[in-house]
């Protein structure tokens, strides 16, 4: 047995929040599948997306080729886990440098087994006072998360009414109901 002392490293880091291992941190994400894409009506079958020819139905094989006119998604809160921090400093020089740079990596469980998950780096913005400042925000107040996905979703909805007065269409908001925040971490 050794009598050597642990080793213990410090990683001093810029950030208005500090950061541990296991700590929870919330994301507003535009959800997988979650989005609808509206297209220019069609030419050829003039939006009914059936074309009858010598009496013979078919579906319309030029539907969905025209140009995309609108892209609606739909953003939910992702709870995630610090798992992982990484630092390195600069090498630009022989002796030791001021410059460092710390990583912060977070994970999520899916539910697709056991052993999945998600990881990805923390992004840089944390609790931002305005959500729609950068689409790539962490949140540490779940209320704060929740108000940021609203804001999000509220875009969306005012991007769709502006496309539909600017281009005189009557796109309706798709029924996103289906899609549900995690919950808040206990």
Request: hydrophobic share 30%; aromatic share 12%.
């Amino acid at each position: 047995m050794s009598n050597k002392p642990n080793q213990t490293l410090t990683i001093n880091y810029k950030k208005a929040i500090p950061f541990n291992l296991d700590d929870v941190v919330y994301l507003v994400e535009k959800v997988e599948n979650g989005s609808r894409t509206f297209y220019q009506k069609c030419r050829v079958c003039g939006g009914t997306r059936e074309l009858t020819i010598n009496g013979v139905s078919f579906y319309c094989p030029c539907c969905h080729a025209e140009e995309k006119a609108i892209t609606i998604y739909k953003y939910i809160v992702r709870r995630y886990r610090v798992h992982k921090v990484e630092i390195e400093k600069s090498t630009d020089t022989w002796k030791p440098s001021e410059y460092q740079t710390v990583t912060f990596y977070i994970y999520t469980k899916n539910d697709r087994g056991h052993w999945c998950s998600a990881t990805r780096r923390m992004p840089s913005w944390i609790n931002p006072t305005d959500p729609l400042c950068s689409n790539d925000c962490a949140y540490t107040d779940y209320k704060l998360a929740l108000a940021a996905a609203d804001a999000y979703n509220e875009r969306e909805r005012a991007r769709l009414a502006e496309y539909n007065n600017l281009h005189g269409t009557q796109y309706e908001m798709p029924d996103f109901t289906n899609f549900e925040n995690d919950k808040k971490s206990n």
